[in-house]
């Protein structure tokens, strides 16, 4: 398939390209490049594909997306703490953005939009597993934007327009664009450059976590399903098995990475806590099944660190925590307060 996907430059994006190439799509890339300097390291999957958009997705145009058959959209503002530094800008991006980025594909005939939601749409729910029929319980912008972006472009579905909405669990696991302020990634590199995973919290809260590569695999079969069987339908993406409290991440962790202490906190600060259901993915795709568990993920990122020889300072650059790579890209004026890149210098 002709497929434009938004946000290759991402955590996800950066993985998922060359494993859809490897399944014979044929990928074209949009970015604005935000993270564009941060490589944890480099590999043969490195992927140089023959069209990139280097474009803001509020500035999408019909030609840009015309003669696609599907559109995987990853390109937002992604994480918690990032919605929160600015929720107009999170809104402007992530709401507004998706929504008209769905709209102008369905004027233009592209028949698949795949967007990447997530699971923390359940915010805060008890001990209940939630699934695809629970009611979304969203505890920060980017949650309450992406419900929205799911209401709003489900609207949009007809004979001619195919949404799908995957929302995924917290990932985790090595990609070169990667990221540490995802629980699993942060308290693995804690645990490799500090030798403690310090927590201030007392890591009760429930999450639920999805390797990458999982990630990869629902959307590659969500793209090659037929239309039928997913048209404008949520998924949540992991495996019901790996739902787990913090506390329980951080006990995997240091029985992998071997004379690491855990310092556990008193407080619970954090209001979002949910168990999710992924029944419903396996049940309509049925090859889809996670090949990864959390002791994998965590010795994989054992072996990346060993291998790479991951430093302190490394772990906690800018490039690999979007917060601190936003806020660098304001304070030094590179991005405007609309998050728009300035001209550094008249040409
Ligand atoms: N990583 C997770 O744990 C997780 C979990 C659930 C859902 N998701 C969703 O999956 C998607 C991808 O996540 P990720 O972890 O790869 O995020 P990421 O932040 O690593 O990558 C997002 C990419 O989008 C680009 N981008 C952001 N705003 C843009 C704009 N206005 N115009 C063009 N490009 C823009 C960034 O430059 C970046 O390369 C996101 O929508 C995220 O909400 C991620």
Redesign the pocket.
């Given at each position: 398939m002709n497929v434009l996907l938004?946000?290759?430059?991402?955590?996800?994006?950066?993985v998922l390209a060359p494993y859809l190439i490897k399944s014979g799509h044929q990928i074209c890339g949009?970015?604005?490049?935000?993270?564009?300097s941060g490589w944890l390291y480099h590999d043969k999957s490195h992927t140089v594909l023959p069209k990139f958009l280097n474009?803001?997705?509020?500035?999408i145009k019909k030609n840009d997306v015309e003669g696609f058959d599907a559109v995987i959209?990853?390109?937002?503002?992604?994480?918690d703490p990032?919605g929160q530094l600015n929720p107009e800008i999170t809104y402007d991006?992530?709401y507004k953005?998706s929504v008209q980025l769905a709209r102008l594909c369905k004027s233009c005939g592209v028949k698949r939009f795949i967007?990447?939601?997530?699971?923390?749409v359940y915010g805060t729910n008890g001990d209940e597993y939630k699934t695809e029929e629970s009611e979304p319980n969203p505890q920060s912008i980017?949650a309450e934007c992406?419900i929205m972006v799911e209401r709003e472009v489900s609207k949009l579905a007809d004979d001619i327009f195919s949404p799908v909405f995957?929302?995924?669990?917290?990932?985790?696991g090595a990609?070169p664009?990667m990221?540490f302020d995802?629980v699993l990634n942060n308290l693995c590199g804690l645990a490799w450059c500090n030798k403690t995973i310090e927590m201030i919290s007392n890591g009760t809260p429930w999450r639920p976590l999805?390797h990458?590569l999982d990630?990869c695999k629902a959307i590659k079969l969500t793209l090659e399903a037929p239309l039928e069987n997913i048209h404008n339908e949520i998924f949540n993406?992991g495996s019901t098995r790996e739902n787990y409290q913090i506390k329980e991440i951080a006990d995997v962790i240091a029985s992998v990475f071997k004379n690491c202490k855990i310092n556990i906190g008193t407080e619970n600060n954090d209001p979002r806590s949910y168990k999710v259901s992924f029944e419903k993915i396996k049940n309509v795709l049925p090859d889809f099944s996670c090949d990864y568990d959390l002791r994998q993920g965590a010795k994989q990122l054992h072996k990346l660190f060993n291998r790479i020889d991951l430093k302190t300072e490394e772990f906690n650059s800018n490039s690999y925590t979007?917060l601190k790579q936003i806020k660098h890209l304001i304070e030094t004026k590179q991005v405007d307060e609309q998050?728009y890149w300035r001209q550094m210098f008249e040409s």
């Amino acid at each position: 398939m002709n497929v434009l996907l938004t946000g290759i430059d991402g955590y996800i994006g950066s993985v998922l390209a060359p494993y859809l190439i490897k399944s014979g799509h044929q990928i074209c890339g949009l970015d604005t490049g935000f993270y564009r300097s941060g490589w944890l390291y480099h590999d043969k999957s490195h992927t140089v594909l023959p069209k990139f958009l280097n474009k803001d997705l509020r500035k999408i145009k019909k030609n840009d997306v015309e003669g696609f058959d599907a559109v995987i959209h990853l390109a937002e503002l992604s994480n918690d703490p990032l919605g929160q530094l600015n929720p107009e800008i999170t809104y402007d991006i992530n709401y507004k953005g998706s929504v008209q980025l769905a709209r102008l594909c369905k004027s233009c005939g592209v028949k698949r939009f795949i967007y990447t939601s997530s699971c923390s749409v359940y915010g805060t729910n008890g001990d209940e597993y939630k699934t695809e029929e629970s009611e979304p319980n969203p505890q920060s912008i980017y949650a309450e934007c992406k419900i929205m972006v799911e209401r709003e472009v489900s609207k949009l579905a007809d004979d001619i327009f195919s949404p799908v909405f995957l929302r995924n669990a917290t990932a985790y696991g090595a990609s070169p664009k990667m990221r540490f302020d995802i629980v699993l990634n942060n308290l693995c590199g804690l645990a490799w450059c500090n030798k403690t995973i310090e927590m201030i919290s007392n890591g009760t809260p429930w999450r639920p976590l999805v390797h990458i590569l999982d990630i990869c695999k629902a959307i590659k079969l969500t793209l090659e399903a037929p239309l039928e069987n997913i048209h404008n339908e949520i998924f949540n993406v992991g495996s019901t098995r790996e739902n787990y409290q913090i506390k329980e991440i951080a006990d995997v962790i240091a029985s992998v990475f071997k004379n690491c202490k855990i310092n556990i906190g008193t407080e619970n600060n954090d209001p979002r806590s949910y168990k999710v259901s992924f029944e419903k993915i396996k049940n309509v795709l049925p090859d889809f099944s996670c090949d990864y568990d959390l002791r994998q993920g965590a010795k994989q990122l054992h072996k990346l660190f060993n291998r790479i020889d991951l430093k302190t300072e490394e772990f906690n650059s800018n490039s690999y925590t979007r917060l601190k790579q936003i806020k660098h890209l304001i304070e030094t004026k590179q991005v405007d307060e609309q998050l728009y890149w300035r001209q550094m210098f008249e040409s």
